[in-house]
């Protein structure tokens, strides 16, 4: 049975821990505050609404393209695309091709943030290995003009955060959602984490100060990892009602 992702692809350490998950999507939900097009979201209403829910949502797409045999994986990428078009049609336009390639680069360098965050450096080759995994979806998706490997990805990635993204109204109603479905406590840690990932572009534009309270805490919750503790700070700073699907993430545990 032919895999989408290699059996002891990086890519799959990546995925395969709820918190490496929870820094991917902590630095993309700050970035897509700030795209251009993120109007899109807000034309269906699910993101404003349930941010949360749509996390989990997403998640839940990646994981299964991820550890998928390739067939199921396609499946669910064609699905995706089939998603997006039904909501080009209830609007009457289309998404514009770079914000499909803008969502794909942000898994692309959040997955590399997120895990160099919490677990060590990776290679140039294990970058190249990343980068291969979501080239291959947005091909499957038709995306056009995507660079075909990691070095040849790193300038565009740049030009990308300078042209598509700006500061708006989006911007600031999406983090008041944020806050009030995280509450002022887990908002203020959403925060200090999305400083640890995002590029210095999305720094900037959301005025985030280069230092981050959790920098000291990042080393003690690798030391609680090791002592299986972890548990015990993801249940304090986790809403409850989200815990089990958290729990679900974890395919590899230490």
């Not at 294990?126 to 490997?149: A, I």
């Not at 600031?172 to 590029?199: M, S, T, W």
């Not at 304090?236 to 989200?242: A, E, G, K, R």
């Amino acid at each position: 049975m032919e895999l989408f992702v290699a059996q002891h692809s990086i890519v799959r350490k990546i995925w395969g821990k709820s918190d490496t998950i929870l820094f991917i999507f902590a630095g993309a939900s700050a970035e897509f505050a700030l795209n251009k097009a993120v109007d899109w979201l807000y034309f269906t209403g699910k993101l404003p609404s349930d941010p949360l829910g749509r996390l989990f949502s997403t998640v839940r797409y990646a994981r299964m393209i991820v550890f998928a045999p390739k067939a199921e994986a396609n499946k669910a990428i064609d699905s995706m695309r089939k998603i997006h078009s039904t909501v080009e049609e209830n609007r009457g336009a289309v998404i514009p091709d770079w914000a499909y390639r803008d969502v794909l680069f942000m898994l692309i360098h959040y997955s590399i943030a997120a895990y160099e965050l919490l677990e060590e450096k990776l290679t140039e080759s294990e970058k190249e290995e990343v980068y291969n995994v979501f080239y291959r979806v947005g091909d499957r998706m038709g995306l056009k003009d995507l660079p075909k490997t990691y070095t040849e990805w790193l300038p565009i990635r740049e030009a990308h955060l300078i042209a598509d993204l700006q500061k708006s109204e989006y911007t600031a109603d999406l983090f008041n959602q944020y806050k009030k479905h995280l509450g002022a406590i887990r908002f203020r840690v959403l925060v200090e984490g999305q400083k640890l990932v995002c590029p210095n572009r999305v720094k900037v534009l959301l005025q985030f100060t280069d230092f981050s309270l959790l920098t000291p805490v990042v080393p003690m919750y690798k030391v609680s990892r090791l002592m299986k503790m972890d548990w015990l700070l993801k249940n304090i700073l986790l809403p409850s009602d989200y815990k089990k699907q958290i729990e679900e993430l974890d395919i590899y545990k230490r």
